[in-house]
């Protein structure tokens, strides 16, 4: 490059800076890069002459620096600028207006089902879809049993203790009922109310048995991260087999109002806290909440209704963990574990939970890994019913009024429950205006004294027809606001034993 052009070229560049009204990075470089080209030292001298002129012409350009050396010069540090958007540049594959059109409608749409679905749990609602699937159940009618004939205690609020061995049905008289843990059964008394659902998984949960064996391993954590007493394993209804612990809202034990469940020890507190955050434990519970809500939704709506008030009137109470933002259906929680064993092989003796809500169903859900056919049965002596109970699967039931046990499992094998339940203590409180009876009876006088007695007498009677009955259920009237016919209103006077006729399954 000859000296004429390399004049000619940075009065070029130093013009075409000017115009821009600053010095920036990039006419640095272009100044620099002029420059370099040229080896001739009048030639640099003449290049910052022209930067220097045209500052005193009034340009925003400060001078450059000066003039040395190719070899001492150091270069310009440039400063790092975020890389700069392309705002006309567009997506690999741009959405049609038809597939646009298509996306907004699914984000609607996903909005109201959700929004639908809230509004549902906070009414205690059943989806049409999990409707149809109900019905898809098997009904069982067991001949010449009454529900309302199960014992409960006179105010209808508990149950009583456990039948006595010549109360009950011998073993060798009982019958075996082989359910597959696959299809929901719902077993009906003579007058086809739903008083025990064998609930099967979820029928679109193909993972359920991945959910089985998590719990599994979760329940294996809490035992080795708790400290149990042989306090803990003794029980009229374990045996000292195995392990048991309660977590949630009870009452009685001679405190006036109802509390939460002390778990004793730092230790098991933060197990039980693990344990409650499961996400496998949390499908469960769902689950078996949504069993309960579907085939027996009057007692579901008043279980619900009476723990919100109880929230609502005693704020430090704290329920068991549920995925519904409304809350699940039970008081209370049980895990029996393995203990102070080494494996976990959970079987109660013949027992009622006769403290549980006389008419409310608990929900035992068996977890493990162990051959249904040859133990883990759950026995309904009430009934003379051995009904097989797989792994992963759950047994809605009365337990405060039906007798009930488990058939041992097999050596080496492990099985765990966890039982979900509310005391009858708590809907009594509740009843009687945040009051025990003791309390109450002391402001009770006159007509509301005797109104009061009177109410005692017919509870368990009223409590019994809040049972689903089945073809409610078969016409989608799970809440029970249509009655069918005259003798449904006949009902309400008298209990009969007279079984409908019907094609159904009787054992």
Known sequence: MDIEEALRRGSERMTHVQSLGAFTDDALELE????????????????????????????????????????????????????????????????????????????????????????????????????????????????????????????????????????????????????????????????????????????????????????????????????????????????????????????????????????????NQAAMEALSKSQYLGRLVGHTGRLYATYANRLASESRRVLRELGQQLPELKFPTHPSPEGGYWAGRCINSAGLRDTAAVCTLPHTDFGNWAPGWCCVTAVGSYDPDKGGHMILWNVGLRIRFPPGCSILFPSAVITHSNVPIQAGERRYSIVEFSAGGLFRWVYNGYKTDEELLQVLEGKELERWEAERLVRWKNEVRMYTKWHELERSDYKGKVLEDESDLSELEDETDDERPCKRRRI
């Open 32 to 267: 620099y890069e002029v420059v370099e080209e040229s080896t001739v030292p009048h030639v640099r001298e003449q290049l910052s002459h022209i930067s220097r002129c045209s500052v005193a012409q009034g340009s925003a350009i400060p001078s450059p620096q000066p003039s040395l050396p190719p070899a001492t010069r150091k270069p310009p540090v440039r400063k790092e600028t975020p890389p700069t958007l392309v705002t006309n540049s567009l997506p690999e594959k741009a959405l049609t207006a038809r597939q646009k059109r298509l996306a907004r409608k699914t984000l609607i749409a996903r909005d109201r089902r959700r929004a639908a679905a809230r509004n549902r749990d906070a009414c205690d609602e059943v989806a049409s879809r999990v409707l149809e699937i109900a019905k898809s159940a098997e009904p069982v009618s067991i001949c010449g049993f009454n529900a309302a004939t199960m014992p409960s205690s006179k105010p209808g609020w508990i149950g009583t203790k456990e039948l006595g061995k010549e109360e009950r049905i011998p073993e060798r008289k009982l019958k075996d009922f082989c359910w597959n843990g696959k299809v929901t059964v719902v077993l009906l008394d003579s007058l086809e109310r739903i008083w025990t659902v064998l609930g099967a998984p979820p029928p679109r949960a193909n993972d359920w048995g991945s959910v089985n064996k998590g719990l599994m391993d979760e329940l294996e954590r809490y035992d080795r991260s708790s400290q149990f007493s042989q306090e803990d394993m003794g029980n009229r209804r374990s045996g000292g087999n195995h392990g048991l612990r309660n977590v949630g809202v009870s009452t009685g034990g001679g405190q006036p109002r109802p509390g939460n469940i002390a778990i004793r020890g730092l230790k």
